[in-house]
């Protein structure tokens, strides 16, 4: 499956931003997805995950309370919405599928990413 993330963005401390990630070359249906980012300097972390149903969330700490992960199979889409925005959740962001069943855990599924800049 091929991922395509955009919405990324100039915005304020304190604004909010929508990513989507649009998968193509085959449904997103049987995948688990997550979003990762990086930061200038920093390395890459998963901030947010769903599991294929959709049952279960996960948030990483710097963002629990202010992001939300979906996804809608029918439109073969995953969203992140983000509010209250911080400087520090300037970096460029990148969705990553699996499949459900994989044995690995590894996410092998990756779009381009896209940048979002926050400003103080």
């Known amino acids: 499956v091929q991922l395509q993330a955009c919405g990324g963005g100039l915005v304020q401390a304190g604004g909010f931003l929508r990513l989507s990630c649009a998968a193509s070359?085959?449904?997103?249906?049987?995948?688990?997805v997550a979003w990762f980012r990086q930061a200038p300097g920093k390395e890459r972390e998963r901030i947010s995950s769903?599991?294929?149903?959709?049952?279960?969330?996960s948030y990483a700490d710097p963002v629990k309370d202010r992001f939300t992960i979906s996804r809608t199979n029918d439109k073969n889409t995953v969203y992140l919405q983000m509010r209250d925005l911080k400087p520090e959740d300037t970096a460029v962001y990148y969705c990553?599928?699996?499949?459900?069943?994989?044995?690995?855990?590894?996410?092998?599924?990756w779009g381009q990413g896209t940048e979002v800049t926050v400003s103080s």
């Open positions: 769903l599991t294929y149903r959709g049952s279960i969330t």
């Open positions: 990553a599928a699996k499949h459900f069943a994989s044995t690995s855990g590894e996410y092998v599924n």
């Open positions: 070359g085959r449904s997103f249906v049987g995948f688990d």
